[in-house]
């Protein structure tokens, strides 16, 4: 009887050891969560750098960039993919979090949100929709389904948080 006790407690402090999920330490900076490993990937945090091109004589456009074509963190694409973020409680991480693909121009990873013309400016970008799962309180994952390969980044009010699915 003994023995069945023991083994019993063991498969549940293992079955709770697995369910576990590391939980950022950081407000407002988000990582990607390997179920797998359950093991916490940060992303590539970067400054917004903004740029401004005249497009001929008559247009112009502007947006935010990061140099080089490809994020220092590279994560494998799957058909579903979860990312992490601490909030403060009772913050919508979707009123905080834009997630973004980048275009690749020359050298550098390249979001356009402003076109300009000689009559007309418009000012806009394509948001990909993600859903989120709360983990507990102020802590939720960020679900994003079916991307293609590429860079993309997650920002915030100050922050880039990029990377590069394959």
């Known amino acids: 009887m003994k023995r069945?006790?023991?083994?019993l407690l063991l498969l549940l402090s293992s079955v709770y050891g697995k369910a576990q999920t590391k939980l950022p330490e950081f407000n407002d900076k988000p990582?990607?969560?390997?179920a797998a490993t359950?093991?916490?990937?940060?992303?590539?945090?970067?400054?917004?750098?903004?740029m401004a091109k005249a497009?001929?004589?008559?247009?112009?456009?502007g947006g935010f960039y990061?140099?080089?074509i490809k994020s220092s963190v590279t994560i494998k694409n799957k058909s579903t993919l979860k990312f992490i973020v601490k909030v403060n409680p009772g913050t919508d991480p979707?009123?905080?979090?834009?997630l973004v693909k980048f275009e690749i121009r020359k050298d550098k990873r390249?979001?356009?949100?402003?076109?300009?013309?000689?009559?007309s400016t418009s000012t806009s970008f394509d948001k990909i929709n993600y859903t989120i799962e709360k983990v507990k309180d102020g802590y939720y994952y960020l679900v994003v389904?079916?991307?293609a390969s590429g860079e993309y980044f997650f920002g915030s009010g100050d922050f880039m948080f990029a990377f590069s699915l394959e």
Do not use: C, M, P, R
């Open 4 to 7: 069945h006790i023991g083994i």
């Open 31 to 34: 990582a990607y969560f390997n």
């Open 38 to 50: 359950n093991e916490l990937i940060e992303l590539e945090k970067s400054q917004y750098n903004t």
């Open 55 to 61: 497009k001929g004589l008559f247009s112009a456009e």
């Open 66 to 68: 990061l140099n080089g």
């Open 94 to 98: 979707t009123s905080v979090f834009d």
């Open 110 to 119: 390249v979001l356009i949100t402003t076109k300009a013309k000689a009559t």
């Open 145 to 147: 389904k079916n991307l």
